[in-house]
Structures are given as structure tokens and as C-alpha cells.
Nanobody
Framework: QLQLVESGGGLVQPGGSLRLSCAAS????????IGWFRQAPGKEEREGVS?????????YYADSVKGRFTISRDKAKNTVYLQMNSLQPEDTAVYYC?????????????????????WGKGTLVTVSS
């Protein structure tokens, strides 16, 4: 059974860092794109944050996180990470990882939730002093 499990969320002060993990089971990441999305409290939109093509390592970042977040993958562990630095209160959200076959899909320079196939249950990141 294909499954994605996020971990690493928590409470952090502004300016702090967290590393989120997305562990895959039931399939290998080698032939998928893995994206990170976030949904802020009270908002319906699930914003695409970052995406990585496991096969060639190409990455994508939303402008809101560029230069602060880094996505990476560990093939041996079948896991994708999101290193988040310089966190701000506006980064507070539930963070989800999701998979798409072959590679990340960009439309008008963005990744979109409706292009993704499987989702994890999310991990909460709260940035507050």
C-alpha cells in the first residue's frame, strides 16, 4: 500500500529552523516527483511550496520560500526532506507532502494540489514567540 508519512513539525520561534521529513512506503521515490504543500490556519488554499524530481534532482520553490527552504531526497531511505530556515509567523501551516508520477508538474510556474496523486496526513508547523 502506497503511503507518505510526514514528520518533524513543531513549535519554533521566528528566525528558527525545522526539517520536515516525508517517508514513502509501498513504492520507490525514484520515479516520482515529491512536493511539499502547506495550508495555513483558516485558509482553504493548499499552497505549493517546493517540489523535487527524484530521478534527476530538479527542484522548484515558491517565491515565498525561495532562499529559505531547501528540498532534498535520500534514495536509500526513500525519504524527501524540507529544510526550513529563517521561519516567520506567516510560515505557520500544516505541511503536507504529496507524490506525482514521473516528475513535478508546473503550471504558470507553480505546483498545484490537483496534479498530485497521493498525500500524507500532514504535520503542523507553528512559528511563534
Amino acid at each position: 500500500q502506497l503511503q507518505l508519512v510526514e514528520s518533524g513539525g513543531g513549535l519554533v520561534q521566528p528566525g528558527g529552523s525545522l526539517r520536515l521529513s516525508c517517508a514513502a512506503s509501498g513504492f520507490t521515490l525514484d520515479y516520482y516527483g515529491i512536493g511539499w504543500f502547506r495550508q495555513a490556519p483558516g485558509k482553504e488554499e493548499r499552497e505549493g511550496v517546493s517540489c523535487i524530481n527524484s530521478r534527476d534532482g530538479n527542484t522548484y520553490y515558491a517565491d515565498s520560500v525561495k532562499g529559505r527552504f531547501t528540498i532534498s531526497r535520500d534514495k536509500a531511505k526513500n525519504t524527501v526532506y524540507l529544510q526550513m530556515n529563517s521561519l516567520q509567523p506567516e510560515d505557520t501551516a500544516v505541511y503536507y507532502c504529496a507524490s506525482v508520477q514521473a516528475m513535478c508538474v508546473l503550471r504558470a510556474g507553480r505546483i498545484n494540489y490537483y496534479d498530485m496523486d497521493y498525500w500524507g496526513k500532514g504535520t503542523l508547523v507553528t512559528v511563534s514567540s
